[in-house]
């Protein structure tokens, strides 16, 4: 069952009525009028949750893929690193186990199932992007391959990259509706998320509410046919965590039983579950979690990274610091952006610990800028 109530599926006029802005984190109202009184907006939809949420929706899926950025800027990670969890590759000869499903299967092809792997196993951003560019120069009917590669080009910034790919996740997920309805309609979902994710970046919450009301429709049509199936449900049960973490008065224990019951691989259900706790300040939890996702991922940067940021969390900042370190150990096959703002956690940890004196700011920007190789030749 999903937390987003029925309502916010079916009234989007109620949103027009109040014109938002987002700035960073925050939700500006532009409409000098007040809320009503009685708490609720005029098709009976919660102020409280209904305000922003287009914005919490598409800024907490920014975060494709990676837990670098504090909250709500979490979902075209919620979705994106849903969104972007796999498929199979159409049309090709050599086929590989399915990381979803122990019945029933899907044929995965090799060079889709190494790349995601190196996605999401081995946190190799760099090896993942060569398969997948391998798999669109087969011209791929994977929805998957796109989505990937649209959420790559999220985390470089690169907004008409993201776009297209999105736009082609979208396509080659409409002509697999006809021969594999369950996940034909679960990829439109996150085609129209992706298409949604850059309508909202470059103009906001009200031109992403038809792309969103289009994200439900298509994802109630996969859970009308398997509402029990693994991959919908890591899909899913990112999206209803993090929006569960970030909207008021959510519950978010029916998302975390989600991913622990239904979701695989449980690498993944388990990383996506250490965020929530981690979001909700539940530290213990997280760090049960994260350690159950390292496992199987014991190398992964990303999860070393969120390790670090829960042990910091704890006040075990000794120990936080030697997970940074490890995490920077692997910052080559990292995007920079992500590699920057790992940088510059460690740095401000060390500084602490050290009474160091580092530029912390410009390290990062260093690495932004220059990309990460160069910035490793400095040092």
Not at 17 to 23: C, D, G, I, L, T
Not at 89 to 99: E, Q, V
Not at 190 to 211: C, H, M, Q, R, W
């Amino acid at each position: 069952m999903s937390i987003i109530p029925r309502e916010l599926k079916e009234a989007p006029d109620a949103f027009a009525h109040y014109s938002q802005k987002v700035k960073g984190s925050e939700i500006v109202q532009k409409d000098t009028s007040s809320p009503p009184t009685s708490g609720t907006m005029e098709p009976g939809i919660k102020w409280n949750v209904s305000t922003g949420l287009v914005a919490y929706i598409f800024n907490i899926a920014r975060m494709t893929m990676k837990q670098r950025f504090r909250a709500p800027k979490r979902i075209v990670k919620a979705c994106v690193s849903t969104a972007v969890v796999l498929i199979g590759l159409w049309g090709m000869p050599t086929l590989a186990a399915d990381p979803f499903r122990d019945s029933n299967p899907r044929n995965i092809d090799d060079t889709v199932q190494d790349a995601f792997d190196f996605f999401f196993k081995e946190g190799n951003y760099k090896q993942a992007e060569a398969y997948l560019k391998k798999s669109e120069s087969r011209q791929s009917k994977e929805p998957m391959t796109y989505a990937m590669l649209s959420s790559l080009a999220y985390l470089d910034q690169d907004w008409e990259t993201f776009k297209s790919y999105g736009t082609k996740t979208l396509n080659t997920a409409q002509e697999m509706i006809a021969s594999d309805p369950l996940r034909g309609n679960l990829y439109t979902a996150v085609g129209y998320f992706l298409e949604g994710a850059y309508d909202f970046e470059k103009e906001g919450p009200i031109s992403a509410l038809t792309k969103l009301q289009k994200v439900f429709e298509y994802l109630d049509e996969a859970k009308e046919i398997d509402p029990n199936d693994p991959e919908l449900n890591l899909i899913t049960g990112y999206m209803d965590l993090m929006l569960a973490v970030n909207l008021p008065f959510s519950d978010p224990s029916q998302a975390i039983d989600k991913l622990e019951t239904y979701a695989f691989p449980s690498y993944l259900a388990y990383r996506g579950i250490a965020v929530g706790y981690r979001d909700l300040k539940q530290y213990s939890k997280a760090i049960d979690y994260v350690d159950r996702s390292m496992e199987t991922t014991p190398s992964n940067p990303d999860v070393l990274y969120l390790k670090a940021q829960i042990l910091r969390k704890l006040g075990q900042e000794e120990e936080s610091l030697d997970f940074f370190n490890k995490a920077l150990e692997k910052q080559n096959q990292l995007p920079k952006r992500h590699a920057a703002q790992i940088t510059y956690e460690q740095c401000k940890l060390e500084n602490k610990l050290t009474d160091g004196n580092r530029n912390c700011s410009k390290e990062r920007n260093r690495i932004r800028k220059r990309g990460t190789d160069v910035a490793q030749k400095d040092d």
